[in-house]
């Protein structure tokens, strides 16, 4: 008799943190039902996104493709949607696919989801869409619908489950536009949260030792939080410290109450899974596009290297095939996520496709030997909004080296708007919160220049070619 395949099931939100998540120790907030998938399943410790942005960080978890193989490097670029995805695999091998929700990748002129057997996604700017009454594109057309996105997207997700017949397995992608800025919750949460939040140990961090090309970013709570983003004014005469933690607190108010209706739309698959008796025989994941600051470093937002930017919650279950209350630390990132989605259907992966099945691993059987560490490259020079310059680098266990190219004049060795190129290294073992940039210092000059080789190889291994201004190590 052949085993059976697994329904699919990826619950991805936008913007959701680890640190705002019960099962990764929160201590902001409750999410006692995405912390079922944990406890049915297993968490990962050390997922990490290969380019800490939504459109770039939703080709790579379709493609398992880095950014500069699928062409969506940046926020403003479309993808090719022809390309092979772990979905049109998934398809050609017998599987009804759906894609739900926010897919934020663009849209028309040949941009549009493909390889799926429906399609009901977002409208608006980008494809953000709206959270109240949003309007979903089709192939159908397009609709308004009333209601808050959150619960309409898993409406309309186990609606076309239900709408199946016959015995094939399915996958659907129910793809959220929560916690994204602007943070407005559905009126059933609008209470929760209104006690004071703890405020993370780096809120006030003076960034000593950092590069300029971090000190330089416009995303810090108190200065570039906007009324639009707080829907209401701060209380006149506070003193600058004062107001920025009065918005700290009036950021997070919203975006808890965001994640706490994700929480019960993840309750609802859950339950309705369990209802079909479809719950065991389900591959269910449940992560975020990237992390989010929360105020660590003073910061909301992402794209950088740092931690709070780079750390994807997962968490995954399939009861059938892997033991409940587990935690996996091996290093993974969302690239690999497309060969381990197709090892646990069944399906081969396609030749294109980069990064390492974790799928022998959670079988206890690994296919391939261990990952060192992760490649990530932002390549967005954002002088207008977050000033975010383009930097890449690469993560181990234990260190963290970033390389800050700044060619935003598109002229070598110019720099960005007229910085030099700056490299940064963390000890992550010694300094978790990344406070004190250890790349001058003599004591880790050996580990600096082997972290170097290790990044200049991981780039020849993936395909990327280092910016002209990186000097090729010794000994590479």
Same mark, same amino acid.
């Given at each position: ?15 959701? +943190? ?16 995405? &912390? ?25 978890? $379709?493609?398992? #493709?880095?950014?500069?193989?699928? +062409? ?13 995805? @772990? ?36 409208? /608006? ?47 659907? $992608? ?28 780096? @809120?006030? =961090?003076? *960034?000593? #030792? ?14 570039? $939080? ?7 004014? %701060? ?28 929480? &019960? ?13 479809? @719950? &065991? ?11 989010? @600051? ?6 909301? !937002? ?10 994807? %919650? ?25 060969? #381990?989605?197709? !090892?646990?259907? +069944? ?12 799928? +022998? &691993?959670?079988?206890?059987?690994? #296919? ?7 490649? *990530?490259?932002?390549?967005?020079? !954002? ?26 004049? /598109? ?20 300094? %978790? ?15 600096? =220049? ?17 910016? %002209? ?5 010794? /000994?590479?």
């Amino acid at each position: 008799m052949t085993e059976r395949r697994p329904n699919i099931v990826m619950i991805l939100t936008d913007d959701h +943190g680890t640190q705002t998540i019960g099962a990764y120790g929160s201590v902001v907030n409750t999410t006692p039902r995405i &912390d079922e998938v944990a406890a049915a399943g297993v968490r990962f410790d050390s997922c990490f996104v290969a380019n800490s942005l939504c459109s770039p960080s939703r080709a790579s978890i $379709l493609t398992g #493709t880095h950014s500069h193989v699928n +062409g969506v490097t940046t926020l403003w670029t479309a993808i090719d949607a022809s390309q092979p995805t @772990f979905v049109s695999e998934l398809k050609a091998a017998g599987y009804r696919t759906a894609m739900i929700g926010k897919w934020h990748l663009g849209m028309g002129d040949g941009h549009d989801p493909q390889n799926f057997d429906h399609w009901e996604v977002l409208s /608006g700017t980008h494809g953000q869409g709206e959270y109240w009454n949003p309007t979903f594109l089709s192939e159908n057309g397009e609709r308004a619908i009333e209601g808050y996105a959150t619960d309409i997207i898993t409406d309309l997700a186990t609606e076309w489950v239900e709408s199946l017949e016959g015995d094939e397995p399915w996958c659907v $992608l129910i793809y959220h536009k929560a916690p994204h800025r602007s943070w407005e919750p559905d009126t059933k949460h609008a209470e929760l949260y209104s006690d004071p939040i703890p405020v993370p140990e780096t @809120f006030f =961090d003076d *960034y000593a #030792t950092r590069s300029v090309s971090m000190r330089r970013a416009r995303m810090r709570v108190a200065d570039d $939080l906007s009324t639009s983003d707080l829907k209401v004014d %701060p209380p006149e005469g506070l003193s600058y410290e004062d107001q920025a933690l009065w918005k700290y607190q009036r950021m997070m108010e919203d975006y808890l109450r965001c994640v706490a209706s994700v929480d &019960d739309n993840v309750g609802r698959v859950l339950d309705w899974l369990r209802a079909r008796g479809e @719950f &065991d025989d389900t591959l269910l994941m449940y992560s975020s596009d990237q992390g989010f @600051f929360l105020g660590e470093h003073g910061w909301f !937002d992402k794209r950088f290297m740092y931690e709070e930017s780079l750390r994807m %919650p997962l968490l995954l279950s399939y009861p059938r095939r892997i033991a409940a209350g587990r935690i996996f630390d091996g290093i993974v990132t969302n690239v690999d996520w497309a060969k #381990t989605i197709l !090892d646990a259907a +069944g399906v081969p992966h396609h030749p294109r496709m980069q990064g390492r099945s974790f799928w +022998g &691993d959670l079988l206890g059987a690994p #296919t391939e030997p261990e990952a060192e560490g992760a490649y *990530y490259r932002y390549w967005e020079n !954002d002088d207008i909004i977050h000033k975010a310059s383009a930097h890449y680098g690469y993560r181990t266990r234990q260190y963290k080296l970033i390389y800050f190219y700044n060619d935003g004049l /598109g002229q070598q060795g110019a720099g960005f708007y007229g910085y030099p190129p700056e490299w940064e290294l963390y000890d992550l073992e010694a300094d %978790p919160h990344e406070v004190r940039n250890v790349y001058a210092d003599p004591a880790y000059a050996e580990i600096r =220049d082997e972290l170097k080789r290790a990044l200049w190889r991981e780039q020849e291994k993936v395909g990327d070619a280092p910016h %002209p201004s990186q000097p090729r190590p010794a /000994g590479v």
